[in-house]
C-alpha cells in the first residue's frame, strides 16, 4: 500500500513516513521545502533503511498536483500535514496561511475526486477549540471562534473537507485534531527544526540550552493558573505519528463509522509552561535562562484534551510522558549541534 505524505519532511510528517514504514507501507513525500530540509530523507533512510520517494513543488500549483496523482496513480491514502503552523506567525501574516492553508488542500481534494484517491487523514488541530469554556476538551466540545488567523484555517479546513464529502461518496476522512506536538525520535536523527527563530516553546528552550538564543521569554505569568503561566497537552510526535499509522489503516480497512470522523490526539494532561520548563531543567541537568514577559497575541490560557473517543475508538493511546519529550527533544538539539 502506498501512502502520500504532503509536508513529509516537516517535523511531524517524517516522524509519520517513519512509522509508515515500519508498519510495512511505501510512502510517498511531496514537500516545498519552505520549512524542512531535503536532508531529512537521509535521516528517514537511516532509521528505516528505507529511501521515501519525494517529489519536491507546492501544493498551491494546481497543475504539478494533477501531474504528480497521473505518474503515481497507485497512491492508496493521503495523509496532509503540509501547511504553515505558527500561531503567532499567523497574526503578523494572515493572508500567507489563508492562501498556503486552504489552497493546498483544495488542490488535494479535487485531485482526489479526478483520480478515486479515496482516503485522507487531516492534520488538524486543537486550535480549533479557541479557548474552550469546559476541560478537558472534547471532540463534541463546541469549535469556536478561533484566536488565531492558524487556528482559523484549521476550522476552515475542516469545513471544507466535511462539505466535500456531503457533495460525494468517493472520499473518506479522519480528522487529527492536535495538541501540542514535542519530542524527537530516539534515534536524534529527526526532530523539530524551525528554520529561523523558533515560534513554539520547546525548540525555543532546546535551542536556548544550546546556546543559540540568549535566553527564553515566557509569554505571560498572569493567566488563572497554578503559577500564572499558561497550560497546554503536550504529546510526544512518535506517539502522534503512530496515531497516523492507526487512522490511515481505519480507512483502508473500512472500519471508519462515517465518512468523516474527528479524534483528539493529546495526553489528557495539561502542563503550565513553567513546568514544562522545569521538567526540562530536571531531565536534562540544564539550568534554562528564562524571563517573564507579557502575553502573546493569539494565545489562549489553558486547554488539555479528553482522549477517551480516540483511545476507545482508535484503540490507540500515548505511551510516552512529558519528560521523556523533552529529553528526546535536547537530545535531538545535541545532535543536530554536534554537542555533546
Ligand atoms: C505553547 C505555550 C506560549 C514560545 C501549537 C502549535 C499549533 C498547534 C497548537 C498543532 C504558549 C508559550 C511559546 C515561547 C512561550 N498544534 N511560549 N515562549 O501556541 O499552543 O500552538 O500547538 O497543530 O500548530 O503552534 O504552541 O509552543 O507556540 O506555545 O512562553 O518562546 O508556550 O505562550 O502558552 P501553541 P507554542
Same mark, same amino acid.
Given at each position: 500500500? *502506498?501512502?502520500?505524505?504532503?509536508?513529509?519532511?516537516?517535523?511531524?510528517?517524517?516522524? #509519520?513516513?517513519?512509522?509508515?514504514?515500519?508498519?510495512?507501507? +511505501? %510512502?510517498?513525500?511531496?514537500?516545498?521545502?519552505?520549512?524542512?530540509?531535503?536532508?531529512?530523507?537521509?535521516?528517514?533512510?537511516?532509521?528505516?533503511?528505507?529511501?521515501?520517494?519525494?517529489? *519536491?513543488?507546492?501544493?498551491?500549483?494546481?497543475? *504539478?498536483?494533477? %501531474?504528480?496523482?497521473?505518474?503515481?496513480?497507485?497512491?492508496?491514502?493521503?495523509?496532509?500535514?503540509?501547511?504553515?503552523?505558527?500561531?503567532?506567525?499567523?497574526?503578523?501574516?494572515?493572508?500567507?496561511?489563508?492562501?498556503? =492553508?486552504?489552497?493546498?488542500?483544495?488542490?488535494?481534494?479535487?485531485?482526489?475526486?479526478?483520480?478515486?484517491?479515496?482516503?485522507?487523514?487531516?492534520?488538524?488541530?486543537?486550535?480549533?477549540?479557541?479557548?474552550?469554556?469546559?476541560?478537558?476538551?472534547?471532540?463534541?466540545?463546541?469549535?469556536?471562534?478561533?484566536?488565531?488567523?492558524?487556528? =482559523?484555517?484549521?476550522?476552515?479546513?475542516?469545513?471544507?473537507? &466535511?462539505?466535500?464529502?456531503?457533495?460525494?461518496?468517493?472520499?473518506?476522512?479522519? %480528522?487529527? &485534531?492536535?495538541?501540542?506536538?514535542?519530542?524527537?525520535?530516539?534515534?536524534?536523527?529527526?526532530?523539530?527544526?524551525?528554520?529561523?527563530?523558533?515560534?513554539?516553546?520547546?525548540?525555543?528552550?532546546?535551542?536556548?540550552?544550546?546556546?543559540?538564543?540568549?535566553?527564553?521569554?515566557?509569554?505571560?505569568?498572569?493567566?488563572? #493558573?497554578?503559577?500564572?503561566?499558561?497550560?497546554? +497537552?503536550?504529546?510526544?510526535?512518535?506517539?502522534?505519528?503512530?496515531?497516523?499509522?492507526?487512522?490511515?489503516?481505519?480507512?483502508?480497512?473500512?472500519?471508519?463509522? #462515517?465518512?468523516?470522523?474527528?479524534? =483528539?490526539?493529546?495526553?489528557?494532561?495539561?502542563?503550565?509552561?513553567?513546568?514544562?520548563?522545569? #521538567?526540562?531543567?530536571?531531565?536534562?541537568?540544564?539550568?534554562?535562562?528564562?524571563?517573564?514577559?507579557?502575553?502573546?497575541?493569539?494565545?489562549?490560557?489553558?486547554?488539555?484534551? +479528553?482522549?477517551?473517543?480516540?483511545?476507545?475508538?482508535?484503540?490507540?493511546?500515548?505511551? &510516552?510522558?512529558?519528560? +521523556?519529550?523533552?529529553?528526546?527533544?535536547?537530545?535531538?538539539?545535541?545532535?543536530?549541534?554536534?554537542? *555533546?
Amino acid at each position: 500500500m *502506498k501512502i502520500l505524505v504532503t509536508g513529509g519532511t516537516g517535523y511531524i510528517g517524517s516522524h #509519520t513516513v517513519v512509522e509508515l514504514q515500519q508498519a510495512g507501507y +511505501d %510512502a510517498v513525500i511531496i514537500d516545498n521545502l519552505n520549512n524542512s530540509r531535503i536532508e531529512v530523507l537521509d535521516s528517514i533512510e537511516k532509521i528505516t533503511g528505507i529511501r521515501p520517494e519525494f517529489e *519536491k513543488f507546492d501544493l498551491c500549483d494546481q497543475p *504539478k498536483v494533477n %501531474a504528480f496523482f497521473e505518474k503515481h496513480n497507485d497512491v492508496d491514502a493521503i495523509i496532509h500535514f503540509a501547511a504553515y503552523k505558527a500561531v503567532g506567525e499567523s497574526v503578523e501574516h494572515p493572508l500567507m496561511y489563508y492562501r498556503n =492553508n486552504l489552497l493546498s488542500l483544495i488542490n488535494l481534494l479535487d485531485a482526489m475526486k479526478q483520480c478515486t484517491v479515496p482516503y485522507i487523514v487531516f492534520s488538524s488541530s486543537c486550535t480549533v477549540y479557541g479557548q474552550p469554556a469546559d476541560l478537558p476538551v472534547r471532540e463534541d466540545s463546541p469549535v469556536q471562534p478561533a484566536e488565531s488567523p492558524y487556528g =482559523n484555517t484549521k476550522q476552515i479546513c475542516e469545513e471544507i473537507l &466535511r462539505d466535500t464529502i456531503k457533495s460525494t461518496d468517493k472520499i473518506k476522512s479522519i %480528522a487529527l &485534531r492536535y495538541f501540542n506536538p514535542i519530542g524527537a525520535h530516539e534515534s536524534a536523527l529527526i526532530g523539530e527544526l524551525p528554520l529561523g527563530i523558533p515560534n513554539n516553546l520547546v525548540p525555543f528552550i532546546t535551542q536556548t540550552a544550546a546556546g543559540i538564543r540568549e535566553q527564553l521569554s515566557v509569554f505571560g505569568d498572569d493567566y488563572d #493558573t497554578s503559577d500564572g503561566s499558561a497550560i497546554r +497537552d503536550f504529546i510526544h510526535v512518535v506517539d502522534l505519528a503512530k496515531a497516523h499509522v492507526v487512522a490511515v489503516d481505519r480507512l483502508l480497512k473500512g472500519k471508519n463509522k #462515517t465518512s468523516y470522523e474527528v479524534f =483528539n490526539l493529546g495526553t489528557g494532561t495539561g502542563y503550565s509552561v513553567l513546568e514544562t520548563i522545569r #521538567t526540562f531543567e530536571k531531565v536534562t541537568g540544564e539550568k534554562l535562562n528564562y524571563k517573564i514577559v507579557g502575553r502573546r497575541a493569539g494565545d489562549i490560557e489553558k486547554i488539555w484534551a +479528553d482522549t477517551s473517543y480516540a483511545n476507545d475508538e482508535l484503540g490507540w493511546k500515548t505511551q &510516552r510522558s512529558l519528560a +521523556d519529550a523533552l529529553l528526546t527533544s535536547w537530545n535531538w538539539e545535541k545532535h543536530y549541534r554536534g554537542l *555533546k
